[in-house]
Structure formats: C-alpha cells, structure tokens
C-alpha cells in the first residue's frame, strides 16, 4: 500500500549561492491508472515535473522528444518489459546513462535484486512505501549533478 510521507524538499544548485534551477523531469511509465495518479500527483507535489506513459510506445516518444532524467517504471508490462524498455532506451548514447527506479511485485532471490540495483540504480517492491520512492529520487539526484 503507498503511503504519504512527509515532504522532501528538493534543491538544486549550479553554484554556490545561485539560485535553484528547474526541478527535474521523471517519467513515470505503468499501466495502472490509479498508481499512476497517486504517484504523479504526490511527485508534483515535490515540484518534480512529471511526464507520464501508459505503455512502452508512449515512452519511448517522450524520451525521444525530451529525455527525463530519472525513469520511474514497472517491471511488468504487456508489449515489452520495464527491463528490456530500458535496455531500449539505454542503447543510445544520449540516454545510455540515464537513471531508472524499477517497481516489481515479484518477489526476487539476492541475487537478481543485487544485478536489479547494479544496472538500474534503484528497485522498489511495489509495496513501497512513498517515502521509499522520494528517497530513492533524492539520492539519485546528485548522480544528476556530477
């Protein structure tokens, strides 16, 4: 069950003692309409701008048109899954690097979960709390910033 945590602010510097920039761009790729919703609405909340895909197709459009720069997607999905959605999308170069926060409800061995967090920065069960998922975006941002 997705839970509402408490606001984790977000702040990005260019330099010391500038201004804060523009708020970075997650897209959220899943079938279920009521996640999504939640999600999108509690992200938006934090300021992030939220692009949103119900399928791998519409995805893959908007990473084309302007690249996110955290992906929020589920493993599973009908036409292609979360895993090979951003093989996809990794495989150029533009994006080849571009940060992804996996959600399963599948239970996985050590093993798999520890290859999971190798190759896309974070995996969430999808019994995450949403404190989990902020958390996770906010440590992935300054990877953004290096």
Same mark, same amino acid.
């Given at each position: ?59 893959? *459009?908007?990473? !084309? $048109?302007?690249?996110?720069?955290? &992906?929020? @997607? ?8 979360? %895993? =090979? ?26 093993? *798999?979960?520890? !290859? $999971?967090?190798?190759?896309?920065? &974070?995996? @969430? ?8 998922? %902020? =958390? ?11």
């Amino acid at each position: 069950m997705l839970r509402v945590a408490a606001a984790i602010p977000f702040v990005r510097l260019d330099s010391p003692g500038t201004r804060p920039t523009a708020p970075p761009n997650i897209l959220l790729v899943g079938e279920n309409l009521e996640t999504q919703k939640l999600v999108q609405e509690i992200l938006k909340g934090q300021h992030y701008v939220v692009y949103v895909a119900r399928n791998n197709s519409e995805a893959l *459009e908007i990473v !084309e $048109l302007d690249t996110p720069d955290v &992906v929020l @997607l589920d493993v599973q999905m009908p036409s292609m899954s979360g %895993l =090979e959605l951003m093989k996809e999308i990794r495989e150029k170069l533009e994006t080849e690097s571009l940060p992804a926060i996996l959600l399963t409800s599948e239970k996985l061995d050590i093993r *798999e979960s520890n !290859e $999971l967090r190798s190759d896309y920065n &974070v995996y @969430l069960s999808k019994t995450f709390q949403l404190k989990e998922l %902020l =958390e996770a975006i906010v440590r992935i941002l300054p990877q953004l910033l290096r």
